[in-house]
Protein backbone atom coordinates (compact mmCIF):
# COMPACT_ATOMS: atom_id res chain seq x y z
CA UNK A 1 0.00 0.00 0.00
CA UNK A 2 1.31 3.46 -0.97
CA UNK A 3 2.37 6.32 2.10
CA UNK A 4 -0.32 8.64 -0.16
CA UNK A 5 -3.55 5.51 0.47
CA UNK A 6 -2.65 5.49 3.79
CA UNK A 7 -2.64 8.88 4.78
CA UNK A 8 -5.93 9.70 2.96
CA UNK A 9 -8.90 11.26 4.98
CA UNK A 10 -12.06 9.19 5.10
CA UNK A 11 -14.47 10.38 3.17
CA UNK A 12 -17.90 11.52 4.20
CA UNK A 13 -21.03 9.76 2.87
CA UNK A 14 -23.80 11.93 1.02
CA UNK A 15 -26.00 10.51 3.07
CA UNK A 16 -24.48 11.49 6.37
CA UNK A 17 -24.29 15.26 4.62
CA UNK A 18 -27.73 15.45 3.79
CA UNK A 19 -28.65 14.15 7.11
CA UNK A 20 -26.61 16.59 8.66
CA UNK A 21 -28.14 20.22 10.37
CA UNK A 22 -26.60 23.23 10.08
CA UNK A 23 -26.71 26.85 11.82
CA UNK A 24 -25.41 29.38 9.52
CA UNK A 25 -24.65 32.46 11.70
CA UNK A 26 -23.35 35.22 8.95
CA UNK A 27 -24.87 38.63 9.21
CA UNK A 28 -23.49 39.71 5.18
CA UNK A 29 -26.13 38.41 2.82
CA UNK A 30 -23.63 38.06 0.05
CA UNK A 31 -21.22 35.41 2.58
CA UNK A 32 -24.30 34.00 3.69
CA UNK A 33 -25.40 33.11 0.05
CA UNK A 34 -21.60 31.75 -0.59
CA UNK A 35 -21.48 29.77 2.28
CA UNK A 36 -25.00 28.08 1.33
CA UNK A 37 -23.33 27.16 -1.88
CA UNK A 38 -20.54 25.63 -0.17
CA UNK A 39 -22.78 23.38 1.82
CA UNK A 40 -25.38 22.29 -0.66
CA UNK A 41 -22.69 21.53 -2.79
CA UNK A 42 -21.54 18.45 -0.58
CA UNK A 43 -25.18 17.81 0.14
CA UNK A 44 -26.09 19.50 3.17
CA UNK A 45 -29.70 20.50 3.03
CA UNK A 46 -31.05 21.21 6.44
CA UNK A 47 -29.53 24.83 6.55
CA UNK A 48 -30.84 27.16 9.23
CA UNK A 49 -29.70 30.75 8.61
CA UNK A 50 -29.57 33.41 11.41
CA UNK A 51 -28.30 37.27 10.78
CA UNK A 52 -27.32 37.99 14.43
CA UNK A 53 -26.42 36.74 17.83
CA UNK A 54 -29.91 36.69 19.38
CA UNK A 55 -31.43 34.80 16.36
CA UNK A 56 -28.47 32.19 16.30
CA UNK A 57 -29.57 31.40 20.01
CA UNK A 58 -32.98 31.43 19.14
CA UNK A 59 -32.42 28.95 16.16
CA UNK A 60 -30.30 26.62 18.06
CA UNK A 61 -33.26 26.27 20.85
CA UNK A 62 -36.26 25.50 18.05
CA UNK A 63 -34.05 23.18 15.21
CA UNK A 64 -32.10 19.85 15.04
CA UNK A 65 -28.65 21.70 15.03
CA UNK A 66 -25.61 19.34 14.34
CA UNK A 67 -23.09 21.97 13.61
CA UNK A 68 -22.67 25.68 13.86
CA UNK A 69 -21.15 28.09 11.21
CA UNK A 70 -20.38 31.42 12.96
CA UNK A 71 -19.44 34.61 11.83
CA UNK A 72 -17.69 37.04 14.25
CA UNK A 73 -20.75 39.44 14.31
CA UNK A 74 -21.23 42.64 15.41
CA UNK A 75 -22.24 43.55 19.19
CA UNK A 76 -24.03 43.36 21.16
CA UNK A 77 -24.56 39.89 20.73
CA UNK A 78 -20.88 38.86 18.39
CA UNK A 79 -19.70 35.62 17.11
CA UNK A 80 -17.98 34.86 20.62
CA UNK A 81 -20.40 35.69 22.92
CA UNK A 82 -22.81 32.80 21.56
CA UNK A 83 -20.20 30.34 20.96
CA UNK A 84 -19.97 31.30 25.09
CA UNK A 85 -23.30 30.81 25.55
CA UNK A 86 -23.77 27.67 23.71
CA UNK A 87 -20.82 26.01 25.75
CA UNK A 88 -22.37 27.03 28.84
CA UNK A 89 -25.53 25.64 28.62
CA UNK A 90 -26.94 23.67 30.83
CA UNK A 91 -28.56 20.75 28.14
CA UNK A 92 -25.86 18.74 26.85
CA UNK A 93 -27.71 18.69 23.32
CA UNK A 94 -26.96 22.23 23.05
CA UNK A 95 -23.37 22.73 24.79
CA UNK A 96 -21.88 19.66 22.57
CA UNK A 97 -22.05 21.20 19.03
CA UNK A 98 -19.38 21.33 17.27
CA UNK A 99 -18.64 25.41 16.05
CA UNK A 100 -16.60 26.20 13.17
CA UNK A 101 -16.00 29.95 13.49
CA UNK A 102 -15.21 32.09 10.78
CA UNK A 103 -13.03 35.49 11.23
CA UNK A 104 -10.99 38.42 9.75
CA UNK A 105 -8.77 38.67 12.64
CA UNK A 106 -5.20 36.76 11.90
CA UNK A 107 -3.71 37.83 15.11
CA UNK A 108 -2.51 34.68 17.19
CA UNK A 109 -4.34 36.99 20.15
CA UNK A 110 -7.71 36.60 18.41
CA UNK A 111 -7.06 32.87 17.72
CA UNK A 112 -6.38 32.34 21.40
CA UNK A 113 -9.36 34.08 22.58
CA UNK A 114 -11.82 32.43 19.77
CA UNK A 115 -10.47 28.63 21.24
CA UNK A 116 -10.74 29.99 24.76
CA UNK A 117 -14.40 30.90 24.25
CA UNK A 118 -14.80 27.08 23.25
CA UNK A 119 -14.90 27.35 19.06
CA UNK A 120 -13.68 23.88 17.88
CA UNK A 121 -12.18 25.34 14.55
CA UNK A 122 -11.68 28.33 13.03
CA UNK A 123 -11.48 29.46 9.44
CA UNK A 124 -10.02 33.07 8.96
CA UNK A 125 -11.20 35.00 5.80
CA UNK A 126 -11.39 34.79 2.91
CA UNK A 127 -10.94 30.58 2.82
CA UNK A 128 -11.60 28.44 0.26
CA UNK A 129 -14.69 26.11 -0.13
CA UNK A 130 -12.04 23.27 -0.03
CA UNK A 131 -10.91 24.67 3.96
CA UNK A 132 -14.88 24.88 4.57
CA UNK A 133 -14.94 21.18 3.81
CA UNK A 134 -11.78 19.96 5.38
CA UNK A 135 -12.98 21.72 8.82
CA UNK A 136 -16.80 20.25 8.52
CA UNK A 137 -15.06 16.75 7.86
CA UNK A 138 -12.43 17.01 10.81
CA UNK A 139 -15.45 17.49 13.11
CA UNK A 140 -17.34 14.54 11.47
CA UNK A 141 -14.37 12.52 11.09
CA UNK A 142 -12.69 13.08 14.32
CA UNK A 143 -14.80 14.49 17.05
CA UNK A 144 -13.19 15.93 20.58
CA UNK A 145 -15.48 15.81 23.65
CA UNK A 146 -16.13 18.98 25.39
CA UNK A 147 -14.67 19.60 28.33
CA UNK A 148 -15.92 21.35 31.41
CA UNK A 149 -13.80 22.74 34.04
CA UNK A 150 -13.95 26.31 36.01
CA UNK A 151 -11.72 27.96 33.69
CA UNK A 152 -13.16 26.27 30.20
CA UNK A 153 -15.70 25.20 28.09
CA UNK A 154 -15.07 23.61 25.09
CA UNK A 155 -13.54 21.20 22.87
CA UNK A 156 -10.79 18.58 23.92
CA UNK A 157 -7.70 20.55 22.83
CA UNK A 158 -5.73 17.62 22.25
CA UNK A 159 -5.90 16.57 18.75
CA UNK A 160 -6.31 12.51 18.13
CA UNK A 161 -6.33 10.43 15.33
CA UNK A 162 -7.45 7.05 16.18
CA UNK A 163 -5.59 7.21 19.94
CA UNK A 164 -2.61 9.02 19.23
CA UNK A 165 -2.18 12.57 19.75
CA UNK A 166 -1.93 14.65 16.41
CA UNK A 167 0.79 16.90 16.45
CA UNK A 168 -0.04 20.11 14.53
CA UNK A 169 2.87 22.55 15.44
CA UNK A 170 6.54 22.51 14.62
CA UNK A 171 7.32 22.38 18.23
CA UNK A 172 5.21 18.96 18.63
CA UNK A 173 6.61 17.67 16.11
CA UNK A 174 10.07 17.73 17.42
CA UNK A 175 9.10 15.98 20.82
Do not use: C, W
Request: no cysteine.
Amino acid sequence: MSQRAETRRPTISPETYSQLGVLLVEDTLHMATLLRGVLGGIGIRNIVSARSGEDALAALMRGKVDLAIMDDLEPPLDGLSVVRAIRLAEEDKLNQIPVIYLTTKRERSAIIEARDAGVTEILSKPFSAQQMIERIEAILTRPRAIVRSEGFNGPDRRRRDGKAIVKRRESDRKA
